[in-house]
C-alpha cells in the first residue's frame, strides 16, 4: 500500500521552502529525455477498466518484470516486492508492519508471487524471515526521515530460478540521465495487473535535500509502495534506481513520488550474505 503524506507537503514548503523550485523542476523532469524511450512490451487494458493516461499495463511474464511481484499478508494486505537475490526480496518497511500490535507481521503470513497477473504468477514463496531496517519507526503521519528508513528486506524459504533486479550503485542524477526513468508497481486501482510510468524523470537531489530519498516525476499511488523506480539502459537492460516508498503533494495538483536509493539496498543485501543465515 502507498500512503499519500499530504502532512509532509507543510514541512517541505515551510522547512526546505522549495514549493516553487519542486513544480519547476517536476515540470522539468517530466520533459527532459535526453533519449528516446525504447519500445516496452505493453498489453491493452482489460475491458472497463481505467487508468491515468501515463500508466501503461506491461507483459510481466519477462525480464526484468518478472522480478517485481506481488507481496502480500496471509492473502489480504498487498504492496509491490522486488527480487534483488534468488532469495531476497526488497519492499517497503510499512507494509510488513501491523498497525494494530505495533509489530511486524509474522513471517509465515508473508508471500511473494513473481510475475503476478491476475489471479495468475510465476512463481510463489514464503517468507523464511523478515529483516525490517532497524531504524525504521511507523509514524501514521510519517515525515522524511520516516520515509528515508521505510525499507526491509524479505528472505526467501527457498531461492526462485529468476533473475533478479540490478541494483544501480549510484541515482546518475546528472542532466543527461533524466530521461528513461519508469515507475512500475501494482497501483491500488489495478492491483491485479502490474502498470508502469515511463513519462517521468529525477529531480535534481540539490535543490530538494530530501535526507537521501530519490525524487521524481512519477505517478505514485497507493499499492506502489515496494514498486521499482527503473532507469531504462536500453531495450532489454534495466537497471533498480530506488524502491518506492510513497509520494508528497507540492500543490497545484502536482506530486513528488519518493523512492529509497538502491545502493542502500545492496548495502543491505551485502550485510545480509555475510550473516549466518538459520535453517
Known sequence: MNVIFTAIAKSLIEGLRIKGQAIIYLLAATLIHSKPLQALDTTPLPEGMALPHQRQVINNHRPPWVSIGNISING????????????????????????????????????????????????????????????????????????????ALVQLREPLELESLVLAQTDRRSETDRGNILLAGYRGDSRELLTLDNRCGLLPQSELQLQGLLSSSCDGFHGDSGGALLRQLGPENFELLGLHVG????????????????????????????????D
Open 76 to 151: 489480504r494486505r498487498f504492496c509491490t516486492a522486488l527480487l534483488i537475490a534468488d532469495d531476497v526480496v526488497a519492499t517497503a518497511a510499512h507494509c510488513l508492519h501491523n498497525p494494530i500490535s505495533n509489530d511486524w507481521y509474522p513471517p509465515e503470513y508473508v508471500n511473494f508471487l513473481a510475475g503476478y497477473r491476475a489471479g495468475d504468477f510465476v512463481a510463489h514463496r514464503r517468507a523464511r524471515r523478515l529483516i525490517p531496517n532497524p531504524r525504521y519507526r511507523f509514524r501514521e503521519d510519517p515525515n522524511l526521515e520516516t520515509l528515508a528508513n521505510d525499507w
Open 247 to 278: 509520494r508528497v503533494n507540492t500543490g497545484a495538483n502536482q506530486t513528488l513520488s519518493l523512492a529509497v536509493p538502491a545502493a542502500i539496498l545492496a548495502d543491505a543485501l551485502q550485510r545480509l550474505t555475510e550473516t549466518p543465515r538459520p
